[in-house]
């Protein structure tokens, strides 16, 4: 289980004040405006960083750190993770698991086949999609109710119905 938990990841700077342009990696933007301070993963360091003042355009949020008040101090960190503890993450409810978690699980299907291990999950408009790659061949599972039968946390397995179609 990863101790840190990525929320979201340096676009760019903003301004001249040392704020910097975060795509957000969450599924609540609005967490960010709850955050008092954060981990900044730059690759070679990591950063404690406190929260001063957050604020969104569009899609993007942009924070102003209290470590930094100028572009020239910011440059450097394009790229760079934004990282929280588990015990800052957002708590989850009933059947709802962080996908870090899930990566590097086991999947099999409701008739026991062995489809593979999860290497990704894919967050589109609608639901999810479970990727289960075996060997060469990727299988898509939607994450649904119908498809996803059973998330075994604890023994790292997912059981799936493979649906009609879904091999094609």
């Known amino acids: 289980m990863e101790e840190f938990l990525q929320i979201g990841a340096v676009a760019n700077t903003h301004g001249i004040k040392g704020d910097l342009k975060i795509f957000p990696m969450t599924d609540d933007i609005k967490r960010f405006g709850k955050l008092k301070e954060v981990i900044m993963d730059t690759g070679r ?4 960083l406190h929260v001063k003042a957050v604020r969104y355009q569009k899609n993007m949020v942009i924070i102003n750190f209290e470590e930094f008040d100028n572009i020239n101090q910011v ?3 394009k790229g760079a993770k934004l ?3 588990r015990e800052h993450a957002v708590p989850l409810e009933e059947g709802e698991f962080f996908i870090a978690d899930m990566i590097g699980m086991s999947v099999v299907s409701d008739e026991g086949e062995e489809l593979g291990e999860l290497v990704d999950v894919i967050q589109t408009g609608a639901n999810d999609v479970y990727v289960a790659k075996k060997g060469d ?3 898509l599972l939607p994450a ?3 498809c996803i039968k059973n998330i075994d946390m604890e023994n790292g397995v997912i059981t799936a119905h ?3 179609g879904l091999r094609d």
């Open 45 to 48: 360091e990591r950063l404690n």
């Open 75 to 77: 440059e450097q960190y």
């Open 83 to 85: 990282l929280v503890d």
């Open 137 to 139: 061949t990727e299988l």
């Open 144 to 146: 649904i109710k119908d």
């Open 162 to 164: 493979i649906m009609p």
